[in-house]
């Protein structure tokens, strides 16, 4: 017979207990320490600082640990920790120009000043499992210096910018809207999309800009810039009157160069669109302005094709991979008083027809 | 000297719960329109209340501009303010509270809300000799039948409500009490 | 307590942004005042609006209760009892007379809730308009210009297909006869009590909404002359305590289907059954424990 399920506590107790046992795994392989996830799972480390909204390397890596792998999981737990944390003050703007390049390359110029900077990328590895891998403990051979260059490297746009080929992007010191402070207020503005994007799921931005390359949307981009390196972060101290460098970040910035618009009394220009995340998120970062060019549809003077990527509600609403995998597996929480008035009411809907139809039947008979 | 030290005391010795008694009697005065709570824990400079200053301390801060009318918009007032609170001090119409008496009060400058924004309005905190449930009829939501309040005016409310959705909500404070009125509640003389 | 976090884990300054959203929702009833929704170390869909309201409303004194699907056992409830117990170290019960604050998920307590009780709804979608029109740029105009002809039209369209209103959950309420409202999943069969002596106040955390109802303000169910609201319930008593006036889960005993009811208010149908109410199969439920 019927006892109604009690035990809620207890289950919950041992979920945890027993996801503990498996995120260790077999306790004959070594434990994973927190410094060999963040040495030999960069990527990894990078993409959850970056949707994290949060840079601390080691916390990353420790959420990783953590959530088994699951970079959504670790990103929930690093945004999680990140609101609890107090603000001591706001950097000024990072200067993409004093960035010490790691990688830089452009698509529109065979050579720029400063140089083309292939760095540590996938772009050319033939995607053979490498089996040598597997055996540990091989030492790598190390990768040849270069000096450092000491002075900016200069954007490529800029070169553009001289000639007036590109549209100009006025400087603005307003600051912007902080998502994670304000209600989302739509219509939005671009900084504010600017910071969506940043930390938005790199899955959906990635599909977003492919869909515009598939011509939903579509905006011609080449990638006038992409460069990931360090750069300096400064924050004005009142007590000091001047800026002192806090430390150094890595980034990824993108900048594309898009199809001109122009009118009949405007000289035609190219255009832009911007990417921009913490750590090494390259893919992430094309994507993001491949997105920022679409949604600039009004801004420039272009027609609303319907495509997703011009919507910008559409975007900025499900960007967002925490908000959406929350509410996506709630649905697993029990729902069963809503499917209980469901039940009751197509019960009786069908009650009703049938009841309908007897008394049709019946004056058919008749 | 003396200012310095007036506006260093009357803050919270323990903000997490004395907030949290405080905003639990400023949410059932709003939720109950005529009702009269008790609520102390602040203390700025004077004319202001006990009850006006726990307020300030319980809803106030960076984030909310506030304007300081009549004897209350006091130096020793703005030093309080600025080093507990923290407020933006405002002129009316860029308020979303303002504190004073209800004469001082340039009740037609201050923003009451949008058609797609009626919360963006101003909360007034109105400084009072005395509360009492006599006076003026209240009834909507909050109130089972009827209740009173010795608000300052009657006309003023009346066109207030007739504003639904826009509109003022209003704190009344004397001493340590605290009663409120929101816009939804309907006036009688 | 935990020493780490703030007493009801949010800090003062987050607490003091939801505090004012919840004024502005109790003067404007049925309004969904904008907030600025934290992250919370639970998933958003959990219950982080509902939690996040409980957090700024809460105080030390408190006696918490928390429910879902009517039941203090269900495992979202267990976990957001504990995550207030552990945070902000207050007295807990299942008893909802004893309850001060009361957050639900999908139910309203079967007892009247006095006037120094306080409802707080766990909201999944705010937006009574959303289903029927996606964009919050168009449902924030409908609400500004009170345009709720397309819930109408909705739910006459499903009188013409149906021959009733087909929603059964969730159902729309119209409050003070401005703002047209969510008032979360709960079976409509609750809607009737949301006129009530307590404080209602709804948070949708990932939607960044809170809104309120203060005490006896006026809620009404949508509907036509000639289709009145019906807050209808399974036509059957508690097989457990009897009652007659309850919300019933449904339970499948057997791989036959065979189904028993019981009072989805699990706290309501033990203080009945205590109180020497029976049904059906209370008798063999009681040879089950002592067996």
Known sequence: ?366 | MAFEMQALQGGFDDPPRQASFAFRAAMMAMARPGDIQHIHGGAAPAPCSAAAATLLLTLCDRETPLCLVGNHDTDAMRDWVNFHIGAPIVSACDAQFVLGRWTAVPLSDLPIGTPDYPDRSATVIVEMDELSQTGAGLSGPGIKDRASLNLPDIAFFQDNNALFPLGLDFYFCAGDQLAALPRSTKVEG | ?291
């Open chain 3, 1 to 291: 307590m935990s020493q780490d976090y703030n007493f009801a884990y949010l800090d003062e300054q987050t607490k003091r942004m939801i505090r004012r959203a919840i004024l502005k929702g109790l003067a404007i009833p049925g309004y969904q005042v904008p907030f600025a929704s934290r992250e919370m170390p639970m998933p958003y869909g959990w219950g982080t609006g509902g939690v996040q309201v409980s957090a700024a409303t809460l105080t030390p004194d408190d006696t918490m209760k928390v429910i879902d699907q009517g039941a203090d056992d269900t495992t979202n409830a267990v976990s957001i009892r504990k995550f207030f117990q552990k945070t902000a170290d207050i007295d807990v019960t299942e008893e909802t007379s004893k309850a001060t604050v009361i957050q639900t998920r999908h139910r309203i307590p079967e007892e009247d809730l006095r006037e120094d009780q306080i409802l707080v709804y766990q909201v999944p979608i705010p937006e009574p308009l959303r289903f029927l029109e996606p964009r919050e740029t168009e449902t924030r105009k409908m609400h500004a210009l009170e345009e709720y002809g397309l819930m109408h039209v909705k739910l006459y369209e499903d009188i013409a297909r149906h021959g009733n209103i087909a929603t059964a959950y969730a159902y729309p309420v119209k409050v003070e006869g401005r703002y047209v409202m969510d008032p979360s999943p709960i079976p409509k069969f609750d809607n009737p009590k949301m006129e009530m002596a307590g404080i209602q106040l709804f948070g949708a955390g990932r939607e960044q909404r809170i809104y309120a109802l203060p005490p006896y303000t006026q809620v009404v169910s949508l509907d036509f002359d000639d289709h009145p609201f019906d807050p209808s319930k399974a036509d059957a008593p508690c097989d457990l305590c009897g009652a007659t006036h309850t919300y019933l889960d449904e339970v499948i005993m057997d791989d036959a289907g065979t189904a028993m009811f019981v009072c989805s208010d699990t706290d309501y149908c033990r203080s009945r059954r205590e109180a020497g109410h029976t049904g059906a199969q209370s008798a063999a439920q009681l040879h089950e424990v002592n067996a």
């Open chain 1, 1 to 366: 017979m019927y006892v109604a399920v009690k035990g809620g506590e207890r289950a919950i107790d041992n979920a945890h207990t027993w996801l503990a046992e498996e995120r260790r795994g077999d306790l004959d392989v070594a434990e994973l320490s927190i410094a060999q996830i963040r040495e030999q799972l960069k990527l990894a480390v990078t993409r959850v600082m970056a949707e994290g909204s949060l840079y601390d390397p080691d916390l990353a890596a420790l959420a990783i640990k953590q959530a088994r792998g699951d970079l959504i999981e670790a990103i929930f737990l690093i945004r999680a920790y990140r609101t609890t944390l107090p603000r001591f003050g706001v950097s000024n703007p990072i200067d993409t120009a004093d960035m010490t390049c790691d990688r830089r390359v452009s698509a529109t110029y065979k050579d720029v000043p400063g140089g083309q900077v292939l760095g540590p990328t996938f772009d050319y590895t033939h995607r053979l499992l490498d089996f040598a891998l597997a055996a540990e403990g091989e030492a790598p051979v190390p990768a040849p210096k270069a000096e450092p260059r000491r002075e900016p490297t200069p954007h490529v746009t800029e070169f553009l910018n001289k000639e007036g080929l590109i549209q100009g992007e006025a400087p603005n010191d307003e600051t912007p809207p902080d998502l994670t402070r304000e209600p989302i207020k739509l219509p939005g503005t671009r900084p504010l999309r600017l910071q969506s994007l940043a930390r938005g799921d790199e899955g959906f931005v990635l599909s977003m800009a492919y869909s515009t390359q598939r011509g939903y949307g579509r905006n011609h981009p080449f990638v006038g810039e992409l460069r990931i390196g360090q750069v300096p972060v400064e924050m004005e101290i009142p007590e000091l009157g001047f800026s002192i460098e806090i430390g150094e970040i890595e980034v990824t910035e993108c900048e594309t160069v898009n199809q001109f618009t122009g009118s009949k009394t405007e000289p035609p220009q190219f255009t832009r669109g911007y990417g921009l995340t913490l750590g090494m998120c390259e893919r992430k970062a094309i994507s993001m302005a491949l997105v920022d060019r679409a949604l600039r549809w009004e801004e420039l003077g272009e027609d609303n094709v319907g495509a997703p990527a011009q919507d910008e509600e559409f975007v900025l609403m499900h960007s967002d991979n925490i908000q959406a995998s929350g509410f996506l597996e709630h649905i697993k929480l029990p729902h069963y008083v809503d499917f209980q008035s469901e039940l009751e009411l197509i019960r009786k809907i069908r009650r009703e027809v049938a009841q309908a139809q007897t008394e049709q039947t019946q004056e058919a008979a008749e």
